[in-house]
């Protein structure tokens, strides 16, 4: 009798612990909701950017130990976003073009999961969105990235790296290097022509106006590409 007690109460506080990794008071959208999502409105679709847009080029850090953690974080090397960020990213690639530039995307729809690592990680808000809200890359509405040369492959010069949590990264922060500055306010126009927003913190990362109509999702990147 004591044993099934003890091994109920053990039953308990594993499955307690399974069901617990949501522990900051948000559940995201899992596989099965999200397509009876998809099915009520296909806007919600998560596309695969590099499918879908031309001569898009992909430098997904978070799948390799090029990271602020050092960790492997995804397990797939994917860019997805949700169907109108994904046509708007599509016309703002087209324009750039025009110009001889095209994207280079660090970072795109992230699960829930790689959000709470994050703040783990890191134990701060200001650079890693709080598990409490999720962030807009768990909603498929934010991208990371960058300018490269088409011709060259090579990225064009900004103010700091991918991830540098640093004053310099702030798009307000003066540039002296006339280059650096024209870069960076190229890309910032190219993405806000399209409703974009920059994050006041980082010049890579862009919010997609009307995010909020769109949920925290935790889909993992093997469900996404093999359902
Ligand atoms: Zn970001």
Not at 25 to 52: C, F, M, R, S
Not at 207 to 224: A, M, Y
């Amino acid at each position: 009798m004591n044993q099934i007690f003890i091994f109920a109460i053990i039953f308990f506080l594993l499955s307690f612990n399974a069901a617990g990794q949501y522990k900051y008071g948000l559940t995201p959208q899992g596989y099965n909701a999200y397509i009876e999502n998809v099915g009520a409105d296909p806007h919600k679709e998560l596309i695969d950017l590099e499918q879908h847009i031309p001569d898009l080029v992909l430098d997904i850090r978070y799948a390799t130990t090029n990271n602020f953690t050092r960790q492997r974080i995804y397990d797939l090397a994917k860019a997805y976003a949700r169907k109108p960020v994904a046509d708007a990213l599509k016309k703002i690639q087209a324009e750039l073009k025009k110009e001889g530039l095209g994207i280079k995307i660090f970072d795109a729809y992230r699960p829930y999961k790689a959000t709470v690592k994050f703040y783990e990680v890191y134990g701060d808000t200001t650079y890693v969105a709080s598990p409490y809200r999720g962030s807009r890359h768990n909603r498929g509405c934010a991208l990371d990235l960058t300018l490269v040369d088409l011709k060259s492959g090579k990225e064009l010069k900004m103010p700091t790296g991918y991830d540098s949590f640093s004053k310099q990264a702030w798009p307000s922060t003066p540039m002296a290097d006339p280059e650096i500055r024209r870069n960076r306010q190229t890309l910032i126009r190219a993405m806000e022509k399209f409703g974009f927003k920059v994050n006041a913190s980082e010049w890579w990362h862009f919010d997609f106006t009307g995010w909020k109509n769109f949920e925290v999702l935790d889909i993992e990147f093997q469900e996404l590409e093999h359902p």
